[in-house]
Structures are given as structure tokens and as C-alpha cells.
């Protein structure tokens, strides 16, 4: 009952209610002491709080880029000397990789591989972004494929690029509109309006796990035709979400003004071409599956011995793809002026499900588990509860990468694959019935789109909050950031004796928010001597 009690109270003060304990060393005085952090979660039904936490994170930084008048700082900053000296430290040690390498003295580069590990994480800590020169270089070439257009896509005009991200201003320079679009794909058969097919045996299962499986890699091309044919480098703020058949949709806010015709245009003729080895006939099953030869360390056909053909050997054979990806015709395209009521609901829209799984989300989540709905979410039918499970079995045949071990039961070997990988399991997120083929992110960001990352939005909220008691004379009594340099943090063990248990952790967060408030709350009276009235309602400490 305790720690019932603790976690109805932590999530009526907005704490979080899973708290990982962390060891907190004050550098300056040596002080030692375990306190609760925040896990951190995205998902409502692991940790509400930390759910609408990231949900409320994730609208300000849409509404920051949306409809911005000025072209973002995007100038980098310039490396500190420790970045400088772990990077130096890095080169030397991938010149003594490789020559290790060479040598074949593997021991040797096997631990200045975990060294480089290491560094790559500091680095990582520090905020540096972008790829690192890897170990060791490609055993070969990358493929080429033709870049020809299908003959049956249409053209697009392709203009020039503007190096600008600001949409046009219409009315002398009174309105910059921009644009709210969703895209969603075609049909595989008709259904009813709780997303069952009408008809299971004709609906194309096949077709609609491969298009959820390549979503983002479409996406990836229509933002590509979409900057080529607007000329200019078009920014947005998009979120994945499922429809009630379970197909994948596409929210976008788009900054500038795109027009209808353009948009279709631009969707008509965009698709993904997926060159992989044929997978529409399964060769082995998992009663009869390929087998590893551990002295040739290949998997072999089960019968005749014969060892199966790499991936990169498979993909060479290749003369057609596997699979294309379209959009289908129903494009939504509204027009949003910044700063409007509607721009505030379009937003609210589009990060109304982040809290949500992807089954959830589609209503679909109890029947492609097998369970009953919970009181909150709409029922679920016996047809909702076969039609999730034959989508499931599907995305479970469905190859997710070139590594996924599906492969095995098409007869190819994937990359990667050894004595440890089995046939046909492939622990890839894309094949779990939570996420209905989405493997990726939900909520995609274009590069230019705020001039921030998702930390940069976070720091600055935080420290909008302590500039705030810094003005009135408020010195914070807490410090549990981790960003805090005079502050190192450790891991904790569940069985060390000085980690308290669960109900204590939530005890002292929701003491330590209760603080915080009080504290936020003095700071807003002693500045504007009315009432206090929080922009961020508690989320941005």
C-alpha cells in the first residue's frame, strides 16, 4: 500500500514514477548522496509524467521553428580543448588499430577497439554530432544502382535551390504563411470504419507490412523531390501515426507556403524502389531452417549442405526490386498563420499521440497482444483481434534490414549472421506487435528546423527557470541535473545498502518538486507581483 500510495502521489505532483537512482558526488565538498532521476520515458503506460514531460518538450520546439521570420544560427560552435584532446587521442588510436590489424595481432586491436568505444561515448557527452571515422574501412564498394525515374512516375520540374529556409511573405510583407500537411498511403483493399477489411482474403497483407517496414525511407525521397521542386530548402516538423487498419500516416508541419497542386504533384511522383533479393516465398521454415556449419562458419541448406549466398552475393544477383513504396492520392493540405489559435490546436494534433505506442495509438494494441482493452481505450473486436494478428504474422516474415535473421528463411545469408543468430528471429522493433512495422522514430525533425537540438530546447527551459530565481535573488536549493559540472554522477547497484527503496526515492522527488514550486512560485511574485501563472506548468525544470 506504501508504495501505492507514493506512486498515486508522485504522479499527482507530475514526478516521475519510476525514478532511476543515481549515485550524486559533490566534487567541491565530497558530499555522496543517492537520489531519484527521472527515467526519462516517452510512453504513458511506463511513466505518465515523463510521458507529457517529452509530449510538452516536443510542442515547444515544433512551435519554435514553425514560423520563424529570420533564417536560424546554424554557425558551429567552435571544439573546446577537451574535445580537441579526445579527438587527437582518437586518431592515434585507430592508426594503432589497424596496424595491429595488419600484423594480425587481433588481442591488441580488439582492446584498442574498446578504447575507442570510450572515447566515442566522451565524445557523444560532450554534444559532438556527426559521424566518426570507423575502424576499419568498407571490405567493398558501395553498390550503384541507376538513378533513372520509372516510366510509370511522372517528371518533376527541378529548380534550382535557394540556400534559405523562410518561406515568402504575401500582403506586402503582412503574412508569411506555412503549411500543415498529411500524407498516407494507398489502399490494400477496402475496409470498414473500425479498419478491418471487409474482405481478409483479398487485403493485401504483404504489401502493407513492406510499406510500413520502407515508411521512412519514402519519406526520406519526398522531402528530397519536395526541396528540388519548391527551390528552396524546405523545413519541417513531422510525426508518425498509425490509421485504424494499422497503415502508417504522415503529420507535417511544413514552415513556408507550399501549394496544393505542387504538394500532389510532388506526391504522385514520389517512391521508394527497396533493391533487396526477392522475399515473397519463404525457401526454409522454423520446423526445417538453414544450419550453421561451424567449420566453414556459413549457414547451409539443411538437406543438401550447400552453403547459402551472402547478402551482398544475393543483392548482386539483383535485376529488379523487390518492392516499391508509394503514397497514396489523399494528400491534406491546410495553410496556418503563426501565432493563431489554429496554429496552437495543429500543434497539439500532431504531438497528440507521442505518449501512445503504435498499436495503441490504432486502437489495436490488446488485439495484436491477444488482451483485453483497458477501460480508456475503444473495444476491440474479434475482427480487430484477427485482423492485428494476420498483420502481425506478416511483419514478422517481412525482412527488416539486410542483418535481420528473416532472411535465413528466404534463403539468403544476412549480414552480420553467426553461430548466435537463429532463423527467423529477428529482435528488431519493426517486427513487435507494439509498433505495427514502424522500427524508427516517431517524430521526425529536419536539421535546420530551430537551429537546436532536442537538449538545446530542454537547457533552455531549464535555464529560463533558474535566470528566473537569479533575478529575484533565488539561489536553488536542489541541484539534480546532470549537465551540472560540479557535479559527477554514478551508477547505482540494487543490492548496495545506501540505495533506498523505491517508495523513499518517490518520497524525496515529489519533496524535491514541492520545493521547486514554491521556489518558482516566489520568483514569479517577487518579479511581476501578480498572481503567478506558469508558461511551462511544472515541465521545464
Same mark, same amino acid.
Given at each position: 500500500m506504501a508504495a501505492d500510495v507514493a506512486r498515486a502521489m508522485a504522479a499527482e505532483h507530475g514526478v516521475c514514477v519510476r525514478p532511476v537512482a543515481l549515485r550524486r558526488i559533490d566534487i567541491e565538498t565530497g558530499r555522496t548522496e543517492v537520489v531519484p532521476v527521472a527515467c526519462g520515458s516517452t510512453r504513458e503506460d511506463v511513466c505518465g509524467p515523463c510521458a507529457v514531460k517529452a509530449r510538452t518538450l516536443r510542442m515547444a520546439q515544433c512551435r519554435e521553428g514553425w514560423h520563424l521570420d529570420e533564417e536560424p544560427d546554424l554557425s558551429?560552435?567552435?571544439?573546446? !580543448?577537451?574535445?580537441?584532446?579526445?579527438?587527437?587521442?582518437?586518431?592515434d588510436l585507430v592508426v594503432a588499430?589497424?596496424?595491429?590489424?595488419?600484423?594480425?595481432?587481433?588481442?591488441?586491436?580488439?582492446?584498442?577497439?574498446?578504447? +575507442?568505444? !570510450?572515447?566515442?561515448?566522451?565524445?557523444?557527452?560532450? #554534444?559532438?554530432?556527426?559521424?566518426?571515422?570507423?575502424?576499419?574501412?568498407?571490405?567493398?564498394?558501395?553498390?550503384k544502382r541507376s538513378t533513372r525515374r520509372r516510366q510509370d512516375a511522372p517528371n518533376l520540374p527541378r529548380r534550382p535551390?535557394?540556400?534559405?529556409?523562410?518561406?515568402?511573405?504575401?500582403?506586402?510583407?503582412?503574412y508569411r504563411p506555412s503549411t500543415f500537411v498529411t500524407w498516407t498511403l494507398g489502399s490494400y483493399g477496402r475496409v470498414r470504419e473500425d479498419g478491418t477489411p471487409v474482405d481478409p482474403a483479398s487485403y493485401d497483407y504483404q504489401r502493407a507490412a513492406r510499406d510500413a517496414v520502407h515508411f521512412a525511407a519514402l519519406l526520406d525521397r519526398l522531402w528530397q523531390n519536395t526541396r528540388r521542386? +519548391?527551390?528552396?530548402?524546405?523545413?519541417?516538423?513531422?510525426?508518425?501515426?498509425?490509421?485504424?487498419?494499422?497503415?502508417?500516416?504522415f503529420h507535417a508541419a511544413v514552415r513556408g507556403s507550399i501549394s496544393r497542386a505542387d504538394l500532389r504533384a510532388i506526391t504522385a511522383a514520389t517512391y521508394h524502389q527497396v533493391w533487396w533479393p526477392a522475399h515473397d516465398q519463404a525457401v526454409y521454415t522454423a520446423d526445417r531452417p538453414p544450419?550453421?556449419?561451424?567449420?566453414?562458419?556459413?549457414?547451409?541448406?539443411?538437406?543438401?549442405?550447400?552453403?547459402?549466398?551472402?547478402?551482398?552475393?544475393?543483392?548482386?544477383?539483383?535485376?529488379? @526490386?523487390? =518492392?516499391?513504396?508509394?503514397? #497514396?492520392?489523399?494528400? =491534406? +493540405?491546410?495553410?496556418?498563420?503563426?501565432?493563431?489559435?489554429?496554429?496552437?490546436?495543429?500543434? #497539439?494534433?500532431?504531438?497528440?499521440?507521442?505518449?501512445?505506442?503504435?498499436? =495503441?495509438?490504432?486502437?489495436l494494441s490488446a488485439a495484436a497482444k491477444g488482451e483485453e482493452? !483497458?477501460?480508456?481505450?475503444?473495444?476491440?473486436?474479434?475482427?480487430?483481434?484477427?485482423?492485428?494478428?494476420?498483420?502481425?504474422?506478416?511483419?514478422?516474415?517481412?525482412?527488416?534490414? @539486410?542483418?535481420?535473421?528473416?532472411?535465413?528463411?528466404?534463403?539468403?545469408? @544476412?549480414?552480420?549472421?553467426?553461430?548466435?543468430?537463429?532463423?527467423?528471429?529477428?529482435?528488431?522493433?519493426?517486427?513487435?506487435?507494439?509498433?505495427?512495422?514502424?522500427?524508427?522514430?516517431?517524430v521526425l525533425v529536419s536539421r535546420k528546423w530551430s537551429g537546436k537540438t532536442l537538449d538545446d530546447h530542454r537547457a533552455d527551459r531549464t535555464a529560463f527557470v533558474r535566470q528566473l530565481l537569479a533575478?529575484?535573488?533565488?539561489? @536553488?536549493?536542489?541541484?539534480?541535473?546532470?549537465?551540472?559540472?560540479?557535479?559527477?554522477?554514478?551508477?547505482?547497484?540494487?543490492?548496495?545498502p545506501d540505495v533506498p527503496q523505491r517508495p523513499v526515492l518517490l518520497l524525496a522527488a515529489i519533496a524535491e518538486r514541492q520545493r521547486w514550486r514554491t521556489e518558482y512560485t516566489a520568483a514569479q511574485l517577487a518579479a511581476s507581483g501578480d498572481l503567478p501563472c506558469s508558461a511551462t506548468d511544472g515541465a521545464a525544470a
Open positions: 558551429p560552435r567552435e571544439p573546446t !580543448d577537451e574535445e580537441k584532446k579526445i579527438v587527437g587521442a582518437r586518431a588499430y589497424r596496424a595491429a590489424r595488419e600484423r594480425g595481432d587481433d588481442e591488441t586491436a580488439e582492446e584498442l577497439a574498446e578504447q +575507442v568505444d !570510450d572515447l566515442d561515448e566522451q565524445l557523444r557527452a560532450l #554534444g559532438v554530432r556527426g559521424r566518426l571515422a570507423a575502424l576499419d574501412p568498407p571490405e567493398r564498394a558501395p553498390r535551390v535557394e540556400d534559405r529556409t523562410v518561406g515568402q511573405t504575401f500582403g506586402v510583407g503582412r521542386c +519548391v527551390g528552396w530548402e524546405v523545413q519541417y516538423f513531422g510525426t508518425v501515426e498509425p490509421q485504424r487498419r494499422g497503415a502508417p500516416h544450419e550453421w556449419d561451424a567449420v566453414r562458419r556459413v549457414f547451409t541448406d539443411p538437406d543438401t549442405g550447400t552453403a547459402l549466398p551472402s547478402w551482398d552475393d544475393a543483392c548482386d544477383a539483383v535485376t529488379e @526490386p523487390a =518492392h516499391v513504396v508509394r503514397f #497514396g492520392e489523399q494528400v =491534406h +493540405v491546410k495553410g496556418i498563420l503563426g501565432g493563431t489559435e489554429d496554429a496552437g490546436r495543429h500543434i #497539439g494534433y500532431l504531438t497528440k499521440y507521442l505518449t501512445k505506442s503504435v498499436s =495503441h495509438a490504432a486502437g482493452q !483497458d477501460e480508456q481505450a475503444r473495444p476491440v473486436s474479434d475482427r480487430q483481434r484477427a485482423h492485428a494478428r494476420r498483420l502481425h504474422a506478416e511483419l514478422s516474415m517481412t525482412p527488416c534490414s @539486410p542483418r535481420c535473421a528473416v532472411w535465413l528463411l528466404y534463403g539468403v545469408t @544476412p549480414r552480420g549472421a553467426g553461430f548466435r543468430t537463429t532463423p527467423g528471429i529477428c529482435r528488431g522493433k519493426a517486427h513487435r506487435a507494439e509498433t505495427l512495422g514502424l522500427g524508427g522514430r516517431r533575478d529575484v535573488g533565488i539561489t @536553488p536549493t536542489t541541484r539534480t541535473t546532470t549537465g551540472d559540472p560540479a557535479v559527477r554522477w554514478e551508477p547505482t547497484r540494487p543490492n548496495d
